[in-house]
């Protein structure tokens, strides 16, 4: 079955860094592009990184540029979200997403999703 | 940037009743727009993509028309599971965007 999990959610403090990982199965990964979509608490979706097959140029939500990095392992089929400084208004359930084809800036719907890590910024 | 508005907010239906979701894009978005069904403490899921193909596994109730600016998300009889949030998405240049979601509920 086919299938993205995420994992690495937790409490933080704000200022301190938190990594995600996404790993994927059931589909050849390096043939699609990876998105990271939040949705704080009683909120609706917002996109936040996307990632191409081939790790060039990622593109990131202006909310978080410059804070968050998103990289890819397509040897261990799996997605990172290396998120530093981080904010209260960063409190979200954190999906990862699997995108329609393989360079992210292409894609034109996220057609798997995982069940969500929960990042609470808190102190 | 394209902003996407969907109407209405909330849509009370019962059962068996028809259902008809708005977006409206800010500028034309062609077809590029897809639709997503949301349940209370479930992750997103693909219904609609290119405004009228729906997903694999999608029952034929769901079914999306439109291009440009306009788009219509229609369920032809609710069943007791369809009663979630329904977002419109599209890629906007180099960036996504949702809309703020429409709640159908009894």
């Known amino acids: 079955e086919a299938q993205v999990v995420e994992s690495g959610g937790g409490l933080v403090q704000p200022g301190r860094s938190l990594r995600l990982a996404c790993a994927a199965s059931g589909f050849r990964f390096d043939d699609y592009a990876i998105h990271w979509v939040r949705q704080a608490p009683g909120k609706g979706l917002e996109w936040i990184s996307s990632i191409s097959w081939n790790n060039d140029n990622p593109g990131y939500a202006d909310s978080v540029r410059g804070r968050f990095t998103i990289s890819r392992d397509n040897a261990e089929n799996s997605v990172y979200l290396q998120m530093n400084s981080l904010r209260p208004e960063d409190t979200a359930l954190y999906y990862c997403?699997?995108?329609?084809?393989?360079?992210?800036?292409?894609?034109?719907?996220?057609?798997?999703w995982g069940q969500g890590t929960m990042v609470v910024v808190s102190s | 940037e394209i902003v996407l508005t969907q109407s209405p907010a909330t849509l009370s239906l019962s059962p068996g009743e028809r259902a008809t979701l708005s977006c409206r894009a800010s500028q034309s978005v062609s077809r590029q727009l897809a639709w997503y069904q949301q349940k209370p403490g479930q992750a997103p899921r693909l219904l609609i993509y290119?405004?009228?193909n729906r997903a694999t596994g999608v029952p034929v109730r769901f079914s999306g028309s439109g291009s440009g600016t306009d788009f219509t998300l229609t369920i032809s009889s609710l069943e007791p599971e369809d009663f979630a949030v329904y977002y419109c998405h599209r890629r906007d240049n180099r960036a996504f965007t949702f809309g703020p979601g429409t709640k159908v509920d009894v």
């Open positions: 290119a405004a009228s």
């Open positions: 997403a699997k995108g329609d084809e393989a360079l992210w800036f292409g894609n034109d719907a996220f057609d798997m």
